[in-house]
């Protein structure tokens, strides 16, 4: 079975498509990829201006566990 679908330049050039002619598997695969680095582009900007990025592993850790404790605790 065949299934044609349309992909305008703009998303042909940004999935970095490179044939007329795709696995659709492969297709899923590499739209899943770039709009899996987008979001985490996204998070990293956000993390950047809250401050979020300057945060330790120790803070991060206490973050966690204060967290878990409050849901234990209601």
Known sequence: ????VNINEND???FGLNSSKINWDDLVKI??????MEALTK??????????????LEEINKEIENVRNAKSNS
């Open 31 to 36: 739209i899943k990829t770039e709009l899996s």
């Open 1 to 4: 079975m065949n299934i044609s």
């Open 43 to 56: 998070c990293k900007i956000i993390s950047e201006r809250m401050g979020l990025s300057k945060i330790s």
């Open 12 to 14: 042909f050039k940004r």
